[in-house]
């Protein structure tokens, strides 16, 4: 099985920047697309951004296009997300998952394994 711990969330003023880390433990993340998500206060789990095991043609929620990042280091059993020109509605808790599939997908319903969450907190 698949255990995943986010790390990197806190606190941060408007405009700053965060990354976060998904680390892996129980199985090599190599063969497993992942998948960021989010869940702000009041609000249902939201898509953030995916990327195949192989590594190509990432996908994003329009909300966070040319400010977000995703990336991974299978070697390091590792996927980040790079967050820039942070907003107030950023705000959430953010979470890593695993899909045992190998494209790149925004559905929820398709990962198998998730992390905790880390929190994010964008101040105005």
């Known amino acids: 099985q698949v255990q995943l711990v986010e790390s990197g969330g806190g606190l941060v003023q408007a405009g700053g920047s965060l990354r976060l880390s998904c680390a892996a433990s129980g199985r090599t993340l190599s063969i497993y697309t992942m998948g960021w998500f989010r869940q702000g206060p009041g609000k249902e789990r939201e898509f953030v951004a995916a990327?195949?095991?192989?590594?190509?043609?990432?996908i994003y929620a329009d909300s966070v296009k040319g400010r977000f990042t995703i990336s991974r280091d299978n070697a390091k059993n590792t996927v980040y997300l790079q967050m820039n020109s942070l907003k107030p509605e950023d705000t959430a808790v953010y979470y890593c998952?695993?899909?045992?599939?190998?494209?790149?997908?925004?559905?929820?319903?398709?990962?198998?394994?998730w992390g905790q969450g880390t929190q994010v907190t964008v101040s105005s």
């Open positions: 990327i195949s095991w192989s590594g190509g043609t990432p």
């Open positions: 998952a695993a899909d045992r599939g190998m494209i790149a997908t925004m559905d929820v319903h398709r990962y198998d394994y």
